[in-house]
T-cell receptor, first 114, second 116 residues
Framework: DGGITQSPKYLFRKEGQNVTLSCEQN?????MYWYRQDPGQGLRLIYY???????QKGDIAEGYSVSREKKESFPLTVTSAQKNPTAFYLC?????????????FGAGSRLTVL | AQKITQTQPGMFVQEKEAVTLDCTYD???????LFWYKQPSSGEMIFLIY??????QNATEGRYSLNFQKARKSANLVISASQLGDSAMYFC?????????????FGTGTRLTIIP
């Protein structure tokens, strides 16, 4: 079945360490997104990419980095520069066509900084 | 100013009753789209329904309907005949342009609990 796979589901990190969250999709979608979810704040956009080898900052990109070397993959690195990285991270993709551009989400990765 | 406002942090509804989840939005763009997503305790976001700003009729998808009142800038989700499986967080989201700007802005969500 087509879908989005995020790994790991749970991740623990010590302060000062970089961590990379994986996101893979087999939906043949052009666009991919990373969102951060904190309690009571809804989802906030970190980065998005509409085409391979290109990506744009979202509303809260500081302390994060991404790459888009393949259409299927959009990994997110949480760097040590991110001051409060403990959160639930959601990856999404879409066909990037005009009209009702529905996002399909992965199951999420929960990062906890110890 | 908040682009998407969901004023109900939590709601409790008796099983089989209908429920309305409120959503108001703020935009000056004449072309926009409104979405509702469901997030069960597992964490995955599930798309429920979509309404385009130029759509003449309210969107419906099975037990879900969207009460779109453009002049009031509201896009309330109506769930008919609620079920225990409807217990989840519900998010309203808005996309402000159909071309080129594919970001969604999400509200803070409403936690719906269905009581047996």
């Amino acid at each position: 079945d087509g879908g989005i796979t995020q790994s790991p589901k749970y991740l623990f990190r010590k302060e000062g360490q970089n961590v990379t969250l994986s996101c893979e999709q087999n939906l043949n979608h052009d666009a991919m997104y990373w969102y951060r979810q904190d309690p009571g704040q809804g989802l906030r956009l970190i980065y998005y990419s509409q085409i391979v080898n290109d990506f744009q900052k979202g509303d809260i990109a500081e302390g994060y980095s991404v790459s888009r070397e393949k259409k299927e993959s959009f990994p997110l690195t949480v760097t040590s520069a991110q001051k409060n990285p403990t959160a639930f991270y959601l990856c999404a993709s879409s066909k990037d066509t005009p009209g009702a551009n529905v996002l399909t989400f992965g199951a999420g990765s929960r990062l906890t900084v110890l | 100013a908040q682009k998407i406002t969901q004023t109900q942090p939590g709601m409790f509804v008796q099983e089989k009753e209908a429920v309305t989840l409120d959503c108001t939005y703020d935009t000056s763009d004449p072309s926009y789209g409104l979405f509702w997503y469901k997030q069960p305790s597992s964490g995955e976001m599930i798309f429920l329904i979509y309404q385009g700003s130029y759509d003449q009729q309210n969107a419906t998808e099975g037990r879900y309907s969207l009460n779109f009142q453009k002049a009031r800038k509201s896009a309330n989700l109506v769930i008919s005949a609620s079920q225990l499986g409807d217990s989840a967080m519900y998010f309203c989201a808005m996309r402000e342009a159909p071309f080129g700007n594919e970001k969604l802005t999400f509200g803070t969500g409403t936690r719906l609990t269905i009581i047996p």
